[in-house]
């Protein structure tokens, strides 16, 4: 029988490594499997340092939405995502790759 492993991450909006003219109003992560999580488990970081920002999930699309709570300036940002999401199914670790 089939047995679901750890969530993975299927999708990052904006892409990885993409390049927008303007600053975006919310970053998403989307999961392979349901997912436990809570704003702790992410950082958004830029030119200034950390970007304090609000966090959502949408079970039903397996979707977290992290919304900066000012408008981004100008520059190179990073989202890390920490291993401690659990799949809600198996109660396993976020598993590292990215499909």
Known sequence: AYVNGP???LAALPGIGSSNSS???????VFS???STT???????GPSG???FSHAYNAGTRTATLTP??????GTYTVNVAST????ASGLALDGEIT
Request: aromatic share 4%.
């Open 39 to 45: 704003a702790g488990a992410f950082t958004i970081t």
């Open 33 to 35: 499997e349901a997912v």
């Open 85 to 88: 999401i659990t799949t809600v």
């Open 69 to 74: 709570t000012s408008p981004l300036a100008a």
């Open 50 to 52: 950390n970007v304090p």
């Open 7 to 9: 969530a993975k991450i």
């Open 23 to 29: 600053a975006p109003a919310n970053v998403q992560v």
